[in-house]
């Protein structure tokens, strides 16, 4: 069998084509790996790029918050401190009051004050109120005397009320002896003061603490015989001998307190509360919960199931900060602050899932944002590709013209050479070559005719 043996026009065209396959092809190779690679890190930097994005998104929104509930609760700390300094102040102011018209008796007359039992009495009017033991027992002329001579302390109790028009509060003093003398201001200026059931201001909280503290004092939360939760503030008073005579006391409506640690709220899920010097809550926004005050009031500080039990005893030591903390079974950001000068501390809080909800969200539109990026990116690639394989099949076909027409160009003057050459060889000895190329194929071509 003869063996085939390709002709030069062929090997010069494979040679010519496999030279420029192979160009082409190692050409393809590099730019397909390194298109890949540069994929490959636009992906990744897509994605890191993503995640820094949605980290600096969740860290700028807890920075934010913890910015803001710091402020909240050094603010709000500072109000309600101030607030109860208020009454203190006017608790003191009263209760100097007291000793002055006792102990220079002769320089004040006699006042007769309604007996809220025998008179209608008024928002903002002032009234004297009996124990009911001190009536039993008959009032003597000398209580008659002190009573109407402490009933100067009404223009003082007066002035002090109104800091309270609108709100409910009363300014008071409880004498030793048996009596009160209040002015109460309601909601409603005009409303009618009724008193709900007997009572002995000796045995009220406010002028107990008070007289066993010897100092001023703020009362626990109570449930004032007015009908409306309170804590007070109350000061021992004492008469010209410098023996105690009464407490003098003003109360404040936890509901107006309440206003103060609500209104501006950071949130749908924040909870304001304040704590007092035995680490129970005596404010709060919240109904439920370890935060929502009780009736049976626990310290917080030995109360270690509810997770709380670390940031209440720092709290209570007067020290302010910003923790992360799990309570009743949620995360919470709490910021608190001191009121050094009532011994309280209050804590704003705000559940972490709340400052993060918007960070969620952005992380939803940044996958969203990287996806399509994704595809832009697959769609740019694989686009790519296409448009250098049509452009390399482009190519290849015209350089495959090309690679013909060359070779033919090259190969027909050796072919017309080996033809003329035979017909010689043949006996055609007037055989002329007329091969004209200018190269060595024309000498070759000339020395054959020569020859």
Known sequence: MKKFKMNIFRRTLLLSLSTVLMSFLAFGIISFFNMKELFRKSMDNGKKVGNLMTQFTEDFAVKQAKDR???LAFERSRRIEQGMSELKKDTESIAFHMHQILSNSENYKELTIPNVKEKTIYSGDPYIYYAPEVEKNGISEELRREAALSSNIVDILTLCSRRFIGHQSTSYIGSKKGFIILVETTLNNRDTITVTEEYDPRERPWYKEAEEANKTIVTDFYMSMQGYPAVSCATPYYDAEGKLAGVAAVDANIESLYELITEDSLGDTSINFTLNDKGE?????????????????????????SGFAKEA??????????????????????????????????????????????VNLAKVIIKELSDNITISIKSFFFNHISHILIAIAIILVWLLWVSVKDSKKFVTPIVELTNGVKEIAKGNLDKKLDIKTDDEIEVLADSVNNM
Request: glycine share 8%; aromatic share 10%; no cysteine.
């Open 69 to 71: 509930l710091s402020s």
């Open 281 to 305: 809550v005596i404010l709060s926004s919240t109904k439920t919960g370890i935060f929502a005050v009780s009736k049976n009031p626990k310290d917080l500080r030995k109360d270690f199931e």
């Open 313 to 358: 005893i720092a709290m209570v030591a007067g020290k302010s900060g910003i923790e992360l903390l799990k309570a009743d079974g949620k995360e919470y950001y709490l910021a608190y602050s001191p009121m050094p000068s009532l011994g309280w501390s209050f804590g704003s809080l705000i559940e972490r899932d709340e400052v993060i909800r918007p």
